[in-house]
C-alpha cells in the first residue's frame, strides 16, 4: 500500500506550506512535494486602482520585503510615465535595495537558518530556534539581530520607515540622503563588517567539518540559474538585464529585457499547489527548470565589483564550484547559506560606495510626467530572487491586468526537487507500515526549503514555533497514522 | 451689532446675533469634530458629528447649521453625544472602502483624524465593501469614490467661490454619489476650470492630484476662508 507522509506547517519560514513524502508499496520513498496553501489574489484586487499607488499597495504582499515590491512597482510606475529616473534617484533606489538584501539575509541567516547548523540537527526542536541560539550564543545572536537592524535602520533613514514605506515613486524617489542618515550609516558600518566577517568566518569553519554531507545533498543537482546582471557582466540588484547560465557555466541566454519575460518565462500549474511553476520555455516543463536568489546572482554574475565581496565570490567557487564547470557554478541549493554571507558582504560595500556619494544629498531626485504608455514590466532582484511587476493600464492609468512573478514561486522547480533528495538521501530504508520518522529527518527535509528562504505571505513564523503536523496516508487518502509536534 | 448669551457646557459665551452654535462653541475654547464643515463654506449639517443637544429641548441639533439664540444652554460633551458621535464615525468607515494602508491621504485626511478623535479602534458595523468607481478622465486630478464620505465640500466650493458649478450629488440612499456636470466622466466636463479647489477641500483622499502617490496628498483647507475673505472683505492674506 503506498502511503503519504505530510509535515505540516513547514516551519521557520516566510508563509504556510506543507510537505508531503510519498512512499510506495515497499514503505520506500518514491515522491516528494513541496504545497503553498495560501492563497491571497493581490492580482485581482489590484484592478480599477491608479497605478500611482501600485507601489503602496504590492508593498503590503509581504512584511520582510516589501522594499523588493516598492522597487519593481517604482520601476514599472517609470515606464508607464516614460521617464528616465534622475541618476541620484536611480543610486538611492539601489542604496535601498542593497540594505533590504542585507536585513532579509541576515534574517534567514541568523533567525531562521542558523539554529539548524550551529545548534545542530538533532538539537531539540523546542529550543532549535533564534530563542535557543540566544541562550547557546549570545554574542552572536545579539550581532546577527543588529546586522539587521542595521539594514533595516537603513531602509528608514532613506524611506522615513522600516516597513512599507511608499518612498520609491514612479519618475524616482521621495527624499536624498540626509545627513544625518549618512553620519549614522557610516558610524554603524564597521560593526556590519565585523559580524559577517564572524558568520563567514564560523560557517566556513561548518563548512570544511559537519555541513558536507548537507552540501552535497541538500538540492545539489544541474539547473538554469536566472538573474540580472550588470552591463559589463557584474553583479547586480536592481539595472542590468537578465542572463541565464546553465551548470556547466556556458551563457544561455543574455541581455534579456524584462519587457519580454512572456517569451522566456512559462508558467505551469499543479493541481496540488496555489504556487505555480514558473520555468525557461525554450527547454519546456518541467526540463526548464532554473534557479533564483543569492545563489543564482551569485552564478550568473563574472564579477561583485567590489574588493572583499569578489575575495569572497572567488573563495565560494573554489570551495563549491563544480568540476565540470571548472569551478564556476555552485549547484548545491545549500549554497544559497553562504551565497547569502557572501551578497551580505557586498551589499555593506555598495552602501558605504554609495553613502560617500555627495550626488545623493540633491533634490533632483523625481521626474514627473504623465501617463505615457498602457502597458509596462519593472523587474528587481528581491533577497530571494528575481521579482517582475507587469501592468497593463487604461487610458486614464486605472489598472485593467497585473501580472506579478515572484522570486519564490520561480524556485518552486527547485524547492520541490530538493526535498525529494534530502528525502531520499535521509530515508534510504523502507519505512515500516506505522513507524515513526525521526524529527531530526524531518527537520532536514524542512531545512530544504529554509535554503530558499522562501517569502510564502507577509506572515511570518520566525520564532519557529509553529507545530510540525505529519500524516501517514495512504493511496486513498487514508490516514493511517499521524504524530503531532506542538 | 447685537448679541446672544448663552452657555456651552456651564461655560458663558457672547457671539455676535448670526453665529453658529459651532462658532459659539469655538468662542467658549471648546471643540466638535467636523467633517462637512469648512469655514468659507455655507454649512449643510450633513455629517451629523457636530450634535450637541439644547438642555430641556431633547433634540440634537448640528451645531455648524443652528444659529445661536439668546438664553440657550448647549451640552457638547454628554455620553450619549460621545457615543453617537463615535458610532457615525464608525458609519463612514463601513459604508465606503476607507484603506489607509496605500491611500493618497494617509496622515493626511481628516477622517482619520476624527476616528483618532472619537476614539473609535474599529467598526461595530459590518463593512460593506461597495462597489463603486474611480474616475481618472481628468488629465490633472482623479475622483476615488471608494472613499467619498459625501460630504459635499467639493460641491460646494465650486459652485459657492469658483462658481463653476462641476459637481453636484445624485441618487438617493446607498445610491447616492458625487456627480460631475451631468453624470459625465469628470475630464468631458466643459464648466471645470482645473482650479484644483475641490482637491484643496476634500476631508479624504477622495479627490487628489493624479501624481500623488501613497501618503502625498497636500490638502489646503484653508483656502476657501482666505478666498471669501479677499473676495467679501477685500482682505487679501498673502501669506
Do not use: A, K, N, V
Given at each position: 500500500m503506498t502511503r503519504t507522509i505530510t509535515i505540516d506547517p513547514v516551519t521557520r519560514i516566510e508563509g504556510h506550506a506543507k510537505i508531503t513524502l510519498h512512499l510506495d508499496e515497499a514503505g520506500r520513498l518514491a515522491d516528494a512535494r513541496f504545497h503553498v496553501v495560501e492563497y491571497r489574489g493581490f492580482e485581482t484586487f489590484c484592478?480599477?486602482?491608479?497605478?500611482?499607488e501600485m507601489a503602496g499597495i504590492t508593498a503590503r504582499i509581504c512584511g520582510i520585503c516589501p522594499v523588493s515590491h516598492l522597487l519593481a512597482a517604482a520601476k514599472t510606475g517609470d515606464k508607464l510615465l516614460a521617464v528616465q529616473p534622475p541618476p541620484a534617484a536611480r543610486k538611492l533606489r539601489r542604496m535601498l535595495n542593497l540594505a533590504q538584501l542585507c536585513q532579509s539575509h541576515a534574517l534567514s541567516f541568523f533567525?531562521?537558518?542558523?539554529p539548524d547548523f550551529l545548534l545542530g540537527w538533532e538539537s531539540d526542536p523546542a529550543r532549535r530556534n533564534v530563542f535557543g541560539l540566544m541562550a547557546a550564543d549570545p554574542d552572536l545572536a545579539r550581532a546577527g539581530i543588529r546586522l539587521r537592524q542595521f539594514g533595516q535602520q537603513v531602509l528608514e533613514l532613506l524611506g522615513g520607515r522600516k516597513i512599507h514605506s511608499a518612498w520609491a515613486v514612479p519618475g524616482g524617489v521621495r527624499t536624498p540622503l540626509s545627513a544625518e542618515a549618512r553620519a549614522w550609516i557610516l558610524e554603524r558600518l564597521p560593526e556590519a563588517k565585523a559580524t559577517v566577517t564572524t558568520a563567514l568566518e564560523l560557517y566556513k569553519k561548518l563548512l570544511d567539518g559537519p555541513l558536507q554531507r548537507e552540501q552535497s545533498t541538500f538540492g545539489d543537482f544541474p539547473s538554469l540559474f536566472m538573474g540580472l546582471v550588470a552591463a559589463d557582466g557584474g553583479w547586480e540588484c536592481i539595472e542590468g538585464a537578465i542572463r541565464f547560465i546553465d551548470s556547466q557555466g556556458r551563457i544561455v541566454a543574455d541581455g534579456l529585457s524584462e519587457d519580454d519575460y512572456a517569451s522566456y518565462l512559462g508558467e505551469a500549474v499543479e493541481s496540488w499547489s496555489y504556487l505555480k511553476f514558473p520555468y525557461y520555455k525554450p527547454l519546456g516543463y518541467p526540463e526548464g527548470i532554473y534557479r533564483v536568489g543569492p545563489l543564482a546572482r551569485l552564478n550568473v554574475c563574472d564579477r561583485i565589483g567590489t574588493p572583499w565581496a569578489d575575495a569572497e565570490l572567488a573563495e565560494f567557487r573554489q570551495r563549491s564550484g563544480t568540476a565540470e564547470s571548472n569551478g564556476r557554478i555552485v549547484t548545491s541549493s545549500f549554497a544559497f547559506h553562504h551565497a547569502r554571507l557572501v551578497e551580505i558582504v557586498a551589499c555593506l560595500e555598495g552602501i558605504e560606495q554609495l553613502v560617500a556619494?555627495?550626488?545623493?544629498?540633491?533634490?533632483?531626485i523625481r521626474a514627473r510626467a504623465d501617463l505615457n504608455a498602457n502597458e509596462a514590466v519593472g523587474v528587481s532582484e528581491a533577497p530571494r530572487g528575481t521579482l517582475f511587476h507587469h501592468y497593463r493600464v487604461d487610458d486614464d492609468g486605472l489598472i485593467t491586468r497585473v501580472n506579478l512573478i515572484i522570486a519564490t514561486g520561480q524556485n518552486n522547480l527547485a524547492m520541490n526537487r530538493t526535498v525529494a533528495q534530502i528525502a531520499r538521501e535521509f530515508i534510504s530504508e523502507p519505512v515500516a507500515e506505522g513507524a515513526e520518522i525521526p524529527e531530526p529527518l524531518l527537520n532536514r527535509v524542512e531545512a530544504g526549503i529554509r535554503c530558499f528562504d522562501?517569502?510564502?505571505?507577509?506572515?511570518?513564523?520566525a520564532a519557529g514555533q509553529m507545530p510540525l503536523h505529519i500524516e501517514l496516508v495512504d493511496a486513498g487518502g487514508r490516514l493511517l497514522a499521524e504524530r503531532v509536534r506542538d | 451689532m447685537s448679541v446672544h448669551t448663552l452657555t456651552v457646557d456651564g461655560v458663558e459665551v457672547a457671539v455676535p446675533a448670526g453665529a453658529s452654535l459651532l462658532d459659539a462653541v469655538r468662542a467658549a475654547g471648546a471643540d466638535l469634530p467636523t467633517l462637512c464643515h469648512l469655514d468659507g463654506l455655507t454649512p449643510v449639517g450633513a455629517c451629523r458629528l457636530c450634535l450637541v443637544e439644547l438642555e430641556g429641548s431633547g433634540r440634537l441639533q448640528p451645531a455648524c447649521a443652528t444659529a445661536a439664540a439668546e438664553g440657550m444652554a448647549v451640552l457638547t460633551q454628554t455620553p450619549q453625544l460621545q457615543e453617537w458621535r463615535r458610532m457615525a464615525v464608525e458609519l463612514f468607515f463601513a459604508e465606503g472602502n476607507h484603506v489607509c494602508a496605500f491611500c493618497v491621504a494617509n496622515g493626511n485626511c481628516e477622517l482619520q483624524d476624527v476616528a483618532v478623535a472619537v476614539g473609535m479602534d474599529h467598526s461595530r458595523f459590518p463593512y460593506q465593501y461597495p462597489n463603486r468607481r474611480v474616475d481618472a478622465s481628468h488629465p490633472q486630478f482623479a475622483i476615488d469614490h471608494h472613499r467619498c464620505i459625501l460630504c459635499t465640500r467639493c460641491v460646494r466650493v465650486c459652485d459657492e467661490i469658483e462658481g463653476a458649478h462641476v459637481w453636484d450629488v445624485a441618487n438617493r440612499g446607498a445610491e447616492c454619489s458625487i456627480i460631475a456636470g451631468l453624470d459625465q466622466p469628470w475630464g468631458e466636463v466643459a464648466a471645470c476650470t482645473s482650479c484644483g479647489k475641490c482637491v484643496d477641500v476634500c476631508p479624504t483622499g477622495a479627490i487628489f492630484r493624479k501624481d500623488d502617490t501613497t501618503a502625498e496628498k497636500e490638502a489646503h483647507r484653508e483656502r476657501p476662508q482666505l478666498l471669501r475673505a479677499a473676495r467679501d472683505q477685500h482682505q487679501w492674506l498673502n501669506q
Open positions: 484592478e480599477g486602482r491608479p497605478f500611482t533567525h531562521l537558518s542558523s556619494d555627495d550626488s545623493l544629498m540633491t533634490d533632483r522562501p517569502c510564502l505571505s507577509c506572515s511570518t513564523h | -
